[in-house]
């Protein structure tokens, strides 16, 4: 257990940021959730319960980050563990992508990554302890055809992520990036799951127990990159 802890989830949508707001409050951790519009995290903090907060923050804005940080730190002081989940993704050709389209993906995937993760490293090394982690994607490792945008921002992320941990592992603090390879099941509007077989999309929860494990890693045995996959998906 973690009592006395706290998280702060960037990206904290219904799916996987969701599943681990839930999980870190099953651990015991107060929880931070966040997203560029407050209102789409103030379900999930309510159905919690007293323990979880939602804030808004615009991942892409210095002043936004510093500001949720700040909001943060007073409310449940410096977090032990913060997840960068957010991005965006506008599916397209080269020769049809839209360079203002090309730059906003590439502010939430990676840009975004980099100021969350120097905001909770400044914070983490100066206490000596900390787990941040980033979300990644197939994308992450290779560039398919009308996937340009995803993979330019996840590229960037795990570069981002890759110098966190050399430079701050030293420092107390475990850095480490998931490549999720594979649809995630959310609870939303609209979704329909790929249907491949029993447990072919993702669960939210099963990953979310994967981030948690991470978190209580000793740090003689850190995991900076691991990967995870429905049992079907090919790689």
């Not at 100021?115 to 400044?122: C, F, H, S, T």
């Not at 099963?206 to 900076?224: D, K």
């Amino acid at each position: 257990m973690a009592k006395g802890e706290s998280a702060l989830i960037i990206g904290a949508g219904p799916g996987l940021g969701a599943a681990l707001a839930r999980h870190c409050a099953k651990d015991g951790m107060r929880v931070a959730l966040a997203t560029r519009t407050k209102s789409k995290v103030d379900a999930i903090a309510r159905a919690i319960g007293s323990d979880a907060r939602a804030y808004a923050c615009d991942a892409t804005n210095a002043e936004s980050v510093a500001s949720v940080f700040e909001d943060v730190s007073k409310a449940f002081g410096t977090p032990d563990l913060v997840v960068f989940n957010a991005g965006a993704y506008a599916p397209g050709s080269v020769l049809e992508i839209d360079p203002a389209e090309f730059e906003r993906s590439w502010k939430n995937g990676c840009f975004g990554g980099f100021l969350v993760g120097q905001a909770a490293g400044r914070a983490m090394a100066a206490r000596g302890t900390g787990t941040i982690l980033f979300t990644g994607a197939t994308a992450s490792l290779r560039g398919s055809a009308k996937f340009l945008n995803l993979a330019v921002g996840k590229f960037g992320l795990r570069a981002v992520a890759q110098s966190l941990a050399r430079d701050l592992g030293p420092k107390g603090v475990h850095v480490a990036h998931i490549i999720i390879d594979g649809q995630i099941k959310a609870d939303r509007p609209g979704y329909r799951a790929e249907e491949r077989g029993p447990d072919a999309v993702m669960d939210a929860d099963a990953i979310a127990e994967v981030y948690m494990g991470l978190h209580h890693q000793h740090r003689s045995a850190w995991t900076h990159e691991l990967d995870l996959r429905p049992w079907v998906e090919k790689f």
